[in-house]
């Protein structure tokens, strides 16, 4: 049981906007940064926004995230084959005093 | 640029120490946290613990003080150690960054992982 609540599952069309959310409590996303990796078969989990709503250098601007209040989302806009991956958010917890990761959203693009 | 790569025994039998090494290479070690994070097949993301270059140590609670980490700055390496090890320590384990400046708080660099099997 992950401490972060995320949709197992999400789907779309090439050229789609998806949606994937992400609910916590004020211990965690509440009160501290939002952070969401891409994570795609046999590889390791790659930084996809920090800061809530910021990208890397080299991650496409159809990524965005977005958080308010407990909750935040990431949005996949003019959705491309490869973008199916998992995805997974994450941010500290004040509770645990550590950071805590959601269950991960299989993203399948149809 | 700054690359991880984690190493160590891909098997360990049941009640004994999983060890694992995490070599940095293209930068220093120096100046940053560093984490263990590992993933049962299937499943999601678990944070083990973080160390800083100083020996500074967070754990997962839920590990209790099965978890040792430590830092050696002269072969720029982090490792772990993790005792009395079940099945249900079975995962592949990876190392990470922990970001600085605006990439405070994010996993930015990660290693490959590596995969460890508990059984007999």
């Known amino acids: 049981q992950s401490v972060l609540t995320q949709p197992p599952s999400a789907s779309g069309t090439p050229g789609q906007r998806v949606t994937i959310s992400c609910s916590g409590s004020?211990?965690?996303?509440?009160?501290?940064?939002l952070y969401w990796y891409q994570q795609f078969p046999g590889t390791a989990p790659k930084l996809l926004i920090y800061?809530?709503?910021q990208r890397p250098s080299g991650v496409p601007d159809r990524f965005s995230g977005s958080k308010s209040g407990t909750s935040a989302s990431l949005a996949i806009s003019g959705l491309r084959s490869e973008d199916e991956a998992d995805y997974y958010c994450?941010?500290?917890?004040?509770?645990?005093?550590?950071?805590?990761f959601g269950g991960g959203t299989k993203l399948t693009v149809l | 640029q700054v690359q991880l790569q984690e190493s160590g025994p891909g098997l360990v039998k049941p009640s004994e120490t999983l060890s694992l090494t995490c070599t940095v290479s293209g930068g220093s070690i120096s100046s940053y946290y560093w984490s263990w994070i590992r993933q049962p097949a299937g499943k999601g993301l678990e944070w083990i613990g973080r160390i800083s270059t100083s020996g500074s140590t967070n754990h997962n609670p839920s590990l209790k003080s099965r978890v040792t980490m430590s830092v050696d700055t002269s072969k720029n390496q982090i490792s772990l150690k993790l005792n009395s090890v079940t099945a249900a320590d079975t995962a592949v384990y990876f190392c990470a960054r922990v970001g600085s400046g605006w990439y405070v708080g994010a996993f930015d660099i990660w290693g490959q992982g590596t995969m460890v099997t508990v059984s007999s």
């Open positions: 004020s211990s965690n996303i509440g009160s501290n940064y």
């Open positions: 800061r809530n709503n």
């Open positions: 994450a941010t500290w917890d004040d509770s645990l005093s550590g950071p805590v």
